[in-house]
Structure formats: structure tokens, C-alpha cells
């Protein structure tokens, strides 16, 4: 197996078995796959132990931001929790609004046929003044 199979951020064990278990026996794929686990390790223990002070340098750092997010904890859940609500709560609004909305849209719809009606009852009655008029009704 090429050691390029194994640089990969996305390295998945279980698609390399896939991939190489036709052509590698299973005892030989698996002594690769504990071979390159060791020296990974190995390469793991070293750049810890050479930068030793580093990670302990790290460490307390992320103790102190730890500890100076601390106080700021509660005041952010209360902020998240209030934010929750509120955008809750808008979306009720906005589901009431756009109800509201469909509720007009059939008010005006039925207001454009009452005036359609309106104005065919007023071109009837002209038409049948003018045909009582003509024909002498």
C-alpha cells in the first residue's frame, strides 16, 4: 500500500480495507495498517517531546481563556435563551402576518367581484333604459 493512502485528512481505515482486500492478503493489510498506526504514534511522541514546552505553554493559555470566558458564560446563555425566544416569537408574528395577508388578498379579490358585479348591474340597467327607450317599452 503506498504511503500516499495514509496522508490523507480524510484517511478512512475501513475505505483502504475496501480498496486493498482483493489484492493483500488480510493478515499482510493488516499488518500495514498497525505498522503506519506505530509510526504515526511514534511521529506523534516525538513532536510532542520536542515541543513539549509549546503544548504546556498551549495549555495553560487555554486554562486562562477557560477562565476568563467563565463569567461570560451565564450572560450568553441568557442572551441565546432570550434570542430563542424572540425568534419564536417573530415567527409566530410573521405566520400571523402572512394569514393576515391571505385573508386580504381574498377580501380584495371578493371586493373586485362585488365591483365587477357593480358595474354589470350599471351597464344592464343602461342597456335595458336604452332598449325601453328604443323600442318603446
Given at each position: 500500500i503506498p504511503a500516499s493512502e495514509f496522508d490523507s485528512r480524510t484517511f478512512d481505515a475501513r475505505e483502504v480495507?475496501?480498496?486493498y482486500r482483493k489484492r493483500v492478503p488480510l493478515p499482510k493489510l493488516q499488518e500495514t495498517l498497525r505498522a503506519h498506526h506505530a509510526a504515526a504514534r511514534q511521529e506523534l511522541v516525538v513532536l510532542i517531546n520536542e515541543k513539549y514546552s509549546d503544548f504546556?505553554?498551549?495549555s495553560s493559555r487555554m486554562q486562562g481563556v477557560e477562565r476568563a470566558l467563565r463569567p461570560l458564560r451565564?450572560?450568553?446563555e441568557e442572551s441565546s435563551e432570550?434570542?430563542?425566544g424572540l425568534?419564536?416569537?417573530l415567527g409566530a408574528i410573521l405566520d400571523q402576518a402572512g394569514e393576515t395577508q391571505r385573508e386580504l388578498a381574498g377580501i380584495r379579490a371578493?371586493?373586485?367581484s362585488l365591483v365587477a358585479y357593480i358595474e354589470n348591474a350599471k351597464i344592464l340597467a343602461r342597456a335595458k333604459d336604452t332598449a325601453?327607450?328604443?323600442w318603446g317599452g
Amino acid at each position: 500500500i503506498p504511503a500516499s493512502e495514509f496522508d490523507s485528512r480524510t484517511f478512512d481505515a475501513r475505505e483502504v480495507v475496501q480498496r486493498y482486500r482483493k489484492r493483500v492478503p488480510l493478515p499482510k493489510l493488516q499488518e500495514t495498517l498497525r505498522a503506519h498506526h506505530a509510526a504515526a504514534r511514534q511521529e506523534l511522541v516525538v513532536l510532542i517531546n520536542e515541543k513539549y514546552s509549546d503544548f504546556v505553554s498551549l495549555s495553560s493559555r487555554m486554562q486562562g481563556v477557560e477562565r476568563a470566558l467563565r463569567p461570560l458564560r451565564a450572560p450568553l446563555e441568557e442572551s441565546s435563551e432570550l434570542t430563542r425566544g424572540l425568534r419564536a416569537k417573530l415567527g409566530a408574528i410573521l405566520d400571523q402576518a402572512g394569514e393576515t395577508q391571505r385573508e386580504l388578498a381574498g377580501i380584495r379579490a371578493r371586493k373586485d367581484s362585488l365591483v365587477a358585479y357593480i358595474e354589470n348591474a350599471k351597464i344592464l340597467a343602461r342597456a335595458k333604459d336604452t332598449a325601453s327607450r328604443r323600442w318603446g317599452g
